[in-house]
T-cell receptor
Framework: RKEVEQDPGPFNVPEGATVAFNCTYS??????FFWYRQDCRKEPKLLMS???SGNEDGRFTAQLNRASQYISLLIRDSKLSDSATYLC???????????FGAGTTVTVRA | ETGVTQTPRHLVMGMTNKKSLKCEQH?????MYWYKQSAKKPLELMFV???????ENNSVPSRFSPECPNSSHLFLHLHTLQPEDSALYLC????????????FGNGTRLTVT
């Protein structure tokens, strides 16, 4: 089983729509969780950390479900500029290794 | 943002060449990383340095040789590469060892011919 699994998509949504997707992880001892955004042929950039109680940053909401071992990302009121690949990243408790998912592609159309 | 800079942006090299990738971070971070990203695959961790000491070597072939002369600079020396080594090589830094977020450079797109 892969350490971090994501639905590759693509999720094709109209502007203004809400889109949500999950990421599952295999290591129950994982302690840190992040969502990164990667544009085509660019480097990944941190979108947001994911906290146990869930957190929101503008139109983006992240949730953590430890019991079922998944994190989610919800994008409200989608913009064309939200088109990107979203990478789920999970870290253990005492090492440097952050495990990356292969990414979920979101395309927002006009 | 110029927090982490990588050079060159693009590199084409033959299998018998020797080249080096350079990374510099201006964030005052203590850890630096090399990642490999191949098409449609997750990022693969190659090496980690913490305070200039290598703390992770993720079973990377010896044709890749990292060097970290100080906490702000990181190199990846390449020699006798194979075509399957063609990928995007990303440098990153983080504040400390406890899985703090990574800040990536803009990457070197390497093509081995």
């Amino acid at each position: 089983r892969k350490e971090v699994e994501q639905d590759p998509g693509p999720f094709n949504v109209p502007e203004g729509a809400t889109v949500a997707f999950n990421c599952t992880y295999s290591n129950s001892a994982s302690q840190s969780f992040f969502w990164y955004r990667q544009d085509c042929r660019k480097e990944p950039k941190l979108l947001m950390s994911v906290y146990s109680s869930g957190n929101e940053d503008g139109r983006f909401t992240a949730q953590l479900n430890r019991a079922s071992q998944y994190i989610s990302l919800l994008i409200r009121d989608s913009k064309l500029s939200d088109s990107a690949t979203y990478l789920c990243v999970v870290g253990g408790s005492n090492d440097y290794k952050l495990s990356f998912g292969a990414g979920t592609t979101v395309t927002v159309r006009a | 943002e110029t927090g982490v800079t990588q050079t060159p942006r693009h590199l084409v090299m033959g299998m018998t060449n020797k080249k080096s990738l350079k990374c510099e971070q201006h964030l005052g971070h203590n850890a630096m990383y090399w990642y490999k990203q191949s098409a449609k695959k997750p990022l693969e961790l190659m090496f980690v340095y913490s305070l200039e000491e290598r703390v992770e070597n993720n079973s990377v072939p010896s044709r890749f040789s990292p060097e970290c002369p100080n906490s702000s600079h990181l190199f990846l020396h390449l020699h006798t590469l194979q075509p399957e080594d063609s990928a995007l090589y990303l440098c990153a830094s983080s504040r400390d060892r406890l899985n703090s977020p990574l800040h990536f450079g803009n990457g070197t797109r390497l093509t081995v011919t």
